[in-house]
């Protein structure tokens, strides 16, 4: 039923604990964001260059805990 609501878990996971092992399934979120950063530029004129650079964010935004094939815990991002 979770993967028919969710879609396909960004990642899987097993935990094994002396319970037994559960099976988690995470829900990722990637952002990207810019940032400018310096760089020093050697050379005749030498000196600091600001530069662009594009990275991403991953956020993890729901987990899903299954036992024997049932979902036992749910855990939900909140802001």
Known sequence: MVEM???HPSR????YTSDGTLEIWSYVRTYPYT??????VGGRRGGTEWINV???????ELKVEFSEGKA???EERKE
Do not use: H, L
């Open 54 to 60: 594009t990275a991403t964010q991953e956020v993890e």
């Open 72 to 74: 036992v815990v749910i």
């Open 35 to 40: 940032t400018s950063q310096p760089v020093y």
């Open 5 to 7: 609501a969710k879609g």
């Open 12 to 15: 899987r996971y097993s935990r």
